[in-house]
């Protein structure tokens, strides 16, 4: 064998290995599927069973597939801010509703879950389509604020003149039955697989989760994604080259609300109760935190994001003394990590695996960050 065939080979394999080619490769489709899977199937059991870590976190099974859910509600929020840069302080409007439409439907109709999620979901897109026609004739601080006030007048709508219906401050109980007549949400497994998801209902979750980062993926790599993204950067530019703008954002603002109706009637199956506090300006307050602190428009960064959020609520929160001042230290950790890193804590990720490539440009970065400088040297694969 020559020497040059031996270069050769060694160029070849250095190139199935190199940063230009793992860049393209995590940027697929295919492999944000895959990772989203491997999510599911390992995620609870690292944060609530594995050895060693598991100890750390200090986590458990039913704090993981909240978190999956509400993942699923900060996606959807994120779709609308960070893909299409509008700014909704009441989105919480759809969480409760889609809440209040799978219980009721479950009361007095039919119990399935997934016919209970389907008619959360398809309640959360009609509230979405009546809103829009609203919110979209105002634009910055007025689409915030009356996005808010709708919420908070469906919160008391539900509270008092509804108490019939929604029974009020003491909610409404959800039954269940089994998927299709078939699959029990409260079966556990054994074995590998009892370790991995322990029941159905974890499996069940997990299933709509990776649908709906798979479909926001596909969204936002398609035209009509970086149509979104076009309205975010200039609205103005965007309608000057013959689009329609308010189409797009009203469709933007649709698929929002499905998704986060979607997490919404997950909630509802998964506490088995739907209440008046999921329609509370508080929990668009906190979707906001959950996706500004993880990392505005990104992918990962919404459920890093919640993953963080509910680790202080739900673990911090049960330390001794510490446990006290759990939204304290959150809001110190939201501020510095937004301070330093625009792109929040995915920001922070993906320039500390830049170090690997360049330290220096990791220094410079933080650098810039810090002082206000120019930040030329901002972590790549914000967009992920």
């Known amino acids: 064998m020559s020497t040059d065939n031996i270069h050769k080979t060694v160029a070849e394999a250095s190139s199935l290995i190199s940063w230009d080619t793992w860049d393209r490769i995590k940027h697929t489709e295919s492999f944000v599927l895959l990772s989203s899977v491997l999510f599911v199937l390992l995620f609870s059991y690292a944060f609530g069973r594995a050895p060693v870590v598991s100890d750390v976190f200090q986590g458990y099974h039913g704090l993981a597939i909240t978190i999956l859910i509400w993942s699923i509600f900060a996606l959807g929020f994120n779709l609308l801010l960070g893909q299409t840069g509008l700014l909704s302080f009441g989105h919480a409007m759809f969480f409760g509703t889609a809440s209040y439409a799978a219980a009721l439907f479950a009361i007095h109709v039919y119990n399935d879950p997934l016919a209970v999620i389907v008619v959360g979901t398809l309640a959360a897109v009609a509230l979405g389509a009546v809103a829009a026609l609203i919110l979209l004739r105002l634009h910055t601080v007025y689409f915030s604020i009356v996005a808010l006030a709708i919420g908070q007048f469906l919160y008391f709508l539900a509270r008092e003149p509804l108490v019939e219906i929604t029974k009020g401050i003491n909610g409404l109980e959800v039954p269940r039955s089994d998927v299709l007549g078939v699959f029990e949400l409260e079966h556990q497994y054994g074995g590998l697989l009892g370790e991995l998801v322990v029941n159905n209902l974890y499996l069940f979750v997990g299933v709509f989760f990776v649908a709906v980062v798979a479909s926001i993926t596909r969204i936002r790599k398609s035209p009509y994604g970086l149509i979104f993204k076009a309205i975010r950067e200039n609205e103005t530019r965007t309608a000057f080259v013959g689009l329609d703008v308010w189409r797009y954002k009203f469709a933007a603002f649709l698929l929002s609300a499905a998704i986060v109706g979607l997490a919404g009637g997950l909630m509802a199956v998964n506490t088995q109760f739907a209440g008046v506090e999921r329609l509370y300006w508080s929990v668009s307050g906190d979707v906001v935190v959950m996706t ?81 400088g120019d930040s030329t040297g901002d972590a790549p694969g914000g967009e992920d």
């Open 292 to 372: 500004v602190l993880g990392g505005l428009g990104t992918l990962a960064g919404p459920v890093i994001g919640t993953f963080v959020f509910f680790y202080f609520k739900g673990i911090v929160n049960g330390f001794p003394t510490l446990g006290n001042y759990w939204l304290l230290l959150l809001s110190l950790s939201f501020t510095t990590v937004v301070w330093v890193y625009r792109d929040g804590i995915w920001g922070m990720i993906t320039a500390l695996t830049g170090a690997l490539r360049d330290p220096r440009e990791l220094v410079a970065a933080i650098t810039a960050r810090v002082t206000g």
